[in-house]
């Protein structure tokens, strides 16, 4: 029963060009979403969050759009750089009540120089 | 800034050992978190706690349990270690809870083996 899920387990792209990281959720009570990137023998580190209450949030070359109808949110690069190879995972929660963030399984994006 | 530190790194386990991962944050955060990471599956939530003096199950609770031992610590326990055990576990904190939204902080990973 995986509420948050990646379909795509790995991405390749050229550099310079767009990465478009796919995330789907089953649970409407989810109203914020993360994005986070990491890289082997690390801890995940944040990129972007976005609330429900927006469709669209941008950080530099990093933006999360969420359609809440489709229960979608999506992780676009651009311009892709070798240094963004990394595994991407999203993750959600429900902001009332007790803080319970559910991750997805993950995609790996290699970026090709 | 140390941030959220997890000890030990490493650790190799004989089936039926036990073990306690420590993890503790100074960003003075409300909530703590454990999860593992397995391939293919993403990271998958153990246990929780949304403030000192609370714990909760997460997604994948059997066979461990947990202490949140001050606002600062909070440790996992293994008392019975299985080969299915066998993960990389990270611990992680968060701001506030109930407020409109917050980013969780992760430790730099704890590598269990079980044998």
């Known amino acids: 029963d995986q509420q948050v899920k990646q379909n795509s387990p790995s991405l390749s792209v050229q550099e310079g060009r767009i990465s478009i990281l796919n995330c789907d959720y089953t649970?409407?009570?989810?109203?914020?979403f993360l994005w986070y990137k990491k890289y082997p023998a690390e801890g995940p580190t944040f990129l972007i969050s976005?609330?429900?209450?927006?469709d669209k949030n941008e950080d530099g070359r990093f933006t999360v759009f969420l359609n809440k109808s489709a229960k979608h949110l999506s992780l676009h690069i651009v311009p892709s750089q070798p240094g963004d190879s990394a595994v991407y995972f999203c993750?959600?929660?429900?902001?009332?009540?007790?803080?319970?963030?559910?991750f997805g399984t993950g995609t790996r994006l290699k970026v090709l120089a | 800034n140390a941030g959220v530190t997890q000890t030990p790194k490493f650790q190799v386990l004989k089936t039926g050992q036990s073990m306690t991962l420590q993890c503790a944050q100074d960003?003075?955060?409300?909530?703590m978190y454990w999860y593992r990471q397995d391939p293919g599956m993403g990271l998958r939530l153990i246990y929780y706690?949304?403030?000192?003096?609370?714990?909760d199950k997460g997604e994948v609770p059997n066979g461990y349990n947990v202490s949140r031992l001050n606002k600062r610590e909070f440790s996992l326990r293994l008392e019975s270690a299985a080969p299915s055990q066998t993960s990389v576990y990270f611990c992680?904190?968060?701001?506030?809870?109930?407020?409109?939204?917050?980013?969780?902080?992760f430790g730099e990973g704890s590598w269990l083996t079980v044998v």
């Open positions: 992680a904190s968060s701001g506030l809870t109930g407020s409109s939204g917050n980013t969780i902080y």
């Open positions: 976005i609330s429900s209450i927006k």
């Open positions: 649970n409407s009570m989810f109203d914020y």
């Open positions: 706690s949304a403030s000192e003096g609370t714990t």
């Open positions: 993750a959600a929660s429900v902001t009332s009540g007790t803080y319970k963030y559910i």
């Open positions: 960003m003075n955060h409300n909530s």
